[in-house]
Every structure is written in C-alpha cells, then in structure tokens.
C-alpha cells in the first residue's frame, strides 16, 4: 500500500500562470478530499468527493479553483491564474469510512 | 469564531516528562481525528476517536462528547515526539470533511 500519492511535490508557477495538481487515492477508498495548508490559516478544507461524485466544494475559492474527479484513481485540483496568496501546500486526503489518510502534500510557490 | 481550539499553542518537555494536549469544540463533536507533522512533513494519523479512551503504544486519546472536548495524552515523552499535534473534527456521518485546529507545536529537549 503506497499511501495516497501527490504530484508534483513542488511546484513553481509565475504569477498569472495556471497550475494543476494530482492526487492518486489508497485503492478501494470511495472519498478524496483536497486541503490547504498555510502558516497564518492552518489547515483549510476546499472540497471533497465521495464515490466520484462531487459533494462538497464550500471551501474552494469560487473563481480560478477547480477540482475534478475522472476515475476512482485519481483527482485533480487546477488553479488559473494563480496568485501569490495561492502560494500553500495542498494537501490531498483519501478514506474508505471515517478515518483520513493524507498524501505528502504539494507546494505550491507563486512568484 | 473558531470551533476548534487547541491547546496549548507551544509546549517545550524534558526527555522523560509527560504532556497532555487539548482540544476544545464550540460546536457538537461528532468524533474527532489526532495528527501528527514534523515540519515540512505529512500528517500522520494518529488516532480516530469518536468516544471513549483510545490507547497506541504511549499515546492516550480521550474524547469526552457531551463536554465537546478531546485530549492526546503522551508518556515519558522522546526527543523523536517533537512536531505539531492536530486535532481535527470531523463534520458528521461517513466521508465528512475535517476542521482543524491550530496545532501544538511540541518540542521535547535531551
């Protein structure tokens, strides 16, 4: 089991460039969640979907964030236009129940 | 405000000493996840807990419902424990999304 997988792990991006993260879930696991972390904000859900299916995005900044989920092995969270305020790492979660299992995360750095 | 509040906020330990962390709900606790991150690390889950008291090697959490509080107890504490401790609150029912607190930041000297 090789945990849930995240990549890049570090990104570099231009301002106004757009940028795209993957996250591969723990097979078998029916709900991928996407967070953010920063040192002012901590830890900030976006969104999260359950068996694909889109369930909850009320964290997600309603311009430029965009997540999606094609097939069960994998999710995808794009940023357009990035800004420097996007700069966090993203942190990507997966869980079969109640517990979640988080990948290494993604760096995001807006210059 | 902030549902979740952790504390304390720092915590600095002798080799040896124990530390109690807390985490305190200002809405109804449905169960609650404790993590663990070395810095510039992932989070390591360290316990699930919707009630009750939960026991790993030399770490206890207890989650107390009707008080809407949780703690992560650690015993003879390690130089290797040092890190950040989250407490998260899961939202309700299975699949939910997590709201974290702020962290301890713990740091255990030899």
């Known amino acids: 089991n090789a945990g849930v997988i995240q990549t890049p792990r570090h990104k570099v991006t231009g301002k106004g460039q757009e940028a795209t993260l993957w996250c591969e879930p723990i097979?078998?696991?029916?709900?991928v969640f996407w967070y953010r972390q920063t040192i002012v904000q901590g830890l900030e859900f976006l969104t999260y979907?359950?068996?694909?299916?889109?369930?909850?995005d009320s964290g997600m900044p309603k311009e430029r964030f965009s997540a999606q989920m094609p097939n069960q092995s994998h999710s995808t969270l794009k940023i357009q236009s990035t800004q420097p305020q996007d700069s966090a790492v993203y942190l990507c979660?997966?869980?079969?129940?109640?517990?979640?299992?988080f990948g290494p995360g993604t760096r995001l750095t807006v210059l | 405000g902030q549902q979740v509040q952790q504390s304390p906020a720092s915590l600095v330990l002798q080799e040896g000493e124990n530390a109690e962390l807390q985490c305190n709900l200002s809405t109804s606790l449905n169960s609650m996840q404790w993590f663990y991150q070395r810095p510039g690390g992932s989070l390591v889950s360290l316990f699930y807990?919707?009630?009750g008291t939960k026991h790993s090697g030399r770490l206890t959490s207890t989650t107390v419902i009707k008080e809407r509080r949780s703690s992560l107890h650690i015993s003879s504490s390690q130089t290797t424990d040092s890190g950040t401790y989250l407490c998260a609150l899961h939202s309700g029912g299975s699949n939910a999304k997590l709201t974290f607190g702020k962290g301890t930041k713990l740091s255990v000297k030899s």
């Open positions: 807990n919707p009630s």
């Open positions: 979660a997966s869980s079969h129940s109640y517990e979640q299992y």
């Open positions: 097979s078998g696991h029916s709900a």
């Open positions: 979907f359950r068996n694909q299916a889109p369930i909850d």
